[in-house]
C-alpha cells in the first residue's frame, strides 16, 4: 500500500503537543517484521509537523485492523501514554462485523490467552494458565448471517478480539487465522478516550469505518429496517 506524505497527514484525526492519533489504513504493518517490507512506522516523517523527532508508536493495531492508532510525538508523551495503556485507563472501542450472532446481545468474555507456535506459524489460543484476557460486546445489529459488534476490551493481549470473537463461534469476517479468509478483516479500532492532561477533559477521537466495513453495516443496517 503506497501512502504519500499528503495521505499520512489526511489521516491525523487528533493532534496536540503530545499526541497524535491518526487513522490506520488496513493491509499495513504497523512497524516491519522480520522479513521486512512495507510499514507504516517508515511514513512517520510525514507527521514530525515542526518537531524534530518522529512520532512513535503508543501501541500496536493488526496488520488487517483499521482506524484510531496512538501516536507520542517525543519520549514524556510516550511514557505517559505507556503508563496509561498498561494500567488500562485508556479507553478503546472496536467495531467488528462477525460471522453469524452470538447467543446474547450482550456480555463478557473472561479467556486467558498463550500464544502458541507451530510449523506454520503461530496464533494465540485459549488457555487458562496463559495471560487474563478479558472483552465486553454489545450486539449492535445482525442480518440472516452475520452481525455488528461493539467490542470493549478491558486488557490488550495480542489478537484478543479475534480469538474471544473466535471463541462464541462468531469469528470476524475475513480473519484469515480464527476464521475464513478471502475478503478484507473486518476489525475496525472505532474509538479512543485518553485522560492524558491531569487538568482537562480527556481526549476522545473517533475513526470512521474504512468502505469494505461501510458496505457490510449497510447490509446489516438494510437487514434491521426490513425487521
Not at 467490542?151 to 474471544?164: D, E, N
Request: contains cysteine; hydrophobic residues 40%.
Amino acid at each position: 500500500m503506497a501512502l504519500s506524505a499528503a495521505d499520512m497527514q489526511a489521516r491525523v484525526l487528533y493532534r496536540d503537543g503530545l499526541i497524535l492519533v491518526i487513522d490506520k489504513p488496513a493491509g499495513l504493518p504497523v512497524h516491519g517484521g522480520p522479513g521486512g517490507g512495507p510499514n507504516l512506522e517508515q511514513k512517520f516523517e510525514a507527521l514530525r509537523f515542526g518537531l524534530k523527532r518522529l512520532p512513535a508508536l503508543a501501541h500496536r493495531l493488526d496488520r488487517d485492523t483499521s482506524g484510531c492508532l496512538v501516536l507520542g510525538r517525543h519520549p514524556k508523551a510516550l511514557r505517559k501514554l505507556g503508563l496509561l495503556f498498561s494500567s488500562g485507563k485508556i479507553e478503546k472501542t472496536y467495531w467488528a462485523i462477525v460471522e453469524g450472532k452470538p447467543a446474547q446481545a450482550q456480555g463478557t468474555i473472561a479467556l486467558s490467552l498463550r500464544k502458541e507456535t507451530r510449523k506454520n506459524g503461530w496464533r494465540m489460543v485459549a488457555d487458562e494458565a496463559g495471560q487474563r484476557a478479558v472483552t465486553d460486546y454489545r450486539v449492535l445489529g445482525s442480518s440472516a448471517t452475520r452481525s455488528w459488534l461493539e467490542l470493549i476490551p478491558h486488557t490488550g493481549r495480542t489478537h484478543q478480539i479475534r480469538v474471544h470473537c473466535a471463541s462464541m463461534g462468531c469469528p470476524v469476517v475475513g480473519d484469515p487465522v480464527y476464521g475464513k479468509a478471502g475478503e478484507p478483516m473486518l476489525l475496525h479500532s472505532r474509538a479512543v478516550v485518553i485522560p492524558i492532561y491531569a487538568n482537562k477533559e480527556a481526549v476522545r477521537v473517533e475513526a470512521p469505518p474504512p468502505a469494505p466495513m461501510r458496505a457490510a453495516l449497510a447490509l446489516i443496517e438494510a437487514a434491521k429496517a426490513a425487521g
